[in-house]
């Protein structure tokens, strides 16, 4: 019988010496808090969804700042993305311009542009990596906003796509006023008069 009991009492050891682990659930691999989830979101849809959606709704730039000035109603019409009534108009465009000047010690930094090659500045690039706005998203038609928890989500997925576009640009060259820059990217405006801040996603120096 002391037997039986000193074998059964050395099979049970390795038993409670055993530290059963629990498998980490695959969830717990994907971010979960609103900024690093919607920049997931926004690196998995870069290069297939985004460039190319931007590309394809692309206008003339000059084009389309041409029209802004001289007939603001008309260019919302024509070139005008996701503006309902009362809201500003989002424009997606692509263009070559010369630098007029910049600012690149902000960490708003940006280029001045022109554009339609009259010697004067016509519009701005952000370069950041501050960058103001939700152009990129609003002309992105398959980024609807009941698709989002919340008007934070929302607004995270906007600084994803902002923080994207600066990741993705060319270091700018020294000296960089004179220089020629060719660029696609989107912008907001509420009314002709206002500065056209361009959120590039492509940007190339010299002319293509």
């Known amino acids: 019988m002391i037997r039986t009991l000193a074998i059964a009492a050395l099979v049970a ?3 409670t010496a055993c530290k059963i682990v629990k498998k980490a659930d695959d969830a717990d691999a994907v971010p979960q808090d609103d900024a690093s989830r919607m920049a997931a979101l926004v690196e998995a849809d870069w290069d297939e969804r985004i460039l190319p959606a931007l590309s ?4 003339p730039a000059e084009d389309v700042l041409a ?3 001289s007939d603001f109603a008309a260019a919302e019409d024509r070139y005008g993305i996701g503006g309902s009534e009362g809201a500003p108009s989002n424009f997606v465009v692509t263009g070559t311009g010369t630098v007029i000047d910049a600012n690149l010690e902000s960490r708003a930094a940006r280029l001045d542009v022109d554009i339609d090659g009259d010697g004067e500045a016509d519009s701005q690039i952000q370069l950041g990596p501050v960058i103001r706005g939700t152009a990129l998203r609003d002309t992105l038609d398959f980024y609807v906003f009941t698709d989002f928890r919340d008007q934070i989500e929302f607004a995270k997925l906007a600084r994803a796509l902002n923080d994207a576009a600066h990741s993705s640009l060319e270091p700018a060259p020294a000296p960089v006023v004179g220089q020629t820059v060719t660029f696609t990217g989107a912008f907001t405006l509420a009314k002709a008069g206002d500065p056209a ?3 590039p996603v492509r940007l190339s120096w010299g002319a293509e």
């Open 13 to 15: 050891l390795p038993l």
């Open 197 to 199: 801040q361009i959120v």
């Open 56 to 59: 394809d709704t692309a206008n």
């Open 67 to 69: 029209l802004v000035g």
